[in-house]
């Protein structure tokens, strides 16, 4: 996306990012509406939309603080894609026979389309990756997330009470039985990682 001029509604981004309870209280009033009439619209409910929402808003944040996300168009665009790809997903995955999708015409821009895809499989491989980590023991567990939160290593092993050397052994092997059960999950070829 570089080269590409950030659009003035990066302040959307950034009050989520900064938990400014005006802009997510903004989010809520101006683009929150559209997408629940659209999922009420296509065999949803209120709730259903309000936990699309939820998931969303989630995944832009994680975006945000991971990746650095960029708003090249506007937010509203933006935000409702991401919402109705989520739906669409929600309902594939409930294989709902009785689905009608009203499609309404949008000027949507490419960037917003590509944003939006972007997001939607950060999401998806954070998920995955989510899904796998559960699998593993919780030695595994617990050393992986030490290292996110404890920057050195030495300090990992003495909060944990190991040594250096094996931490950083184990922590090799760790990565390593994650990385193999997300590359052997069936998902895995269908996100492009």
Not at 38 to 63: C, F, M, R
């Amino acid at each position: 996306m570089s080269g590409k001029k950030i659009h003035e509604d990066q302040k959307y981004i950034e009050g989520l990012l900064n938990n400014k309870s005006f802009i997510i209280q903004t989010i809520y009033d101006k683009f929150v509406p559209k997408v629940v009439n659209y999922i009420k619209q296509n065999s949803g409910d209120a709730d259903k939309a309000q936990d699309i929402i939820q998931e969303t808003i989630v995944t832009i944040y994680n975006q945000a603080k991971e990746k650095g996300l960029q708003l090249t168009c506007p937010f509203d665009a933006y935000f409702f894609l991401l919402c109705k790809r989520k739906w669409l997903n929600a309902l594939k995955k409930n294989n709902n026979k009785e689905v009608t999708i009203n499609e309404e015409v949008l000027s949507i821009d490419d960037d917003a389309q590509e944003l939006a895809f972007e997001t939607s499989l950060f999401g998806e491989k954070q998920a995955l990756f989510n899904e796998m980590f559960q699998k593993m023991g919780t030695a595994c567990k617990d050393l992986i997330k030490a290292t996110f939160k404890i920057k050195s290593m030495e300090d990992v092993a003495k909060s944990l009470g190991l040594t250096y050397a094996y931490a950083r052994k184990k922590k090799s092997l760790c990565i390593g039985q994650l990385t193999k059960l997300v590359q052997e999950s069936p998902k895995f070829n269908q996100l492009n990682f």
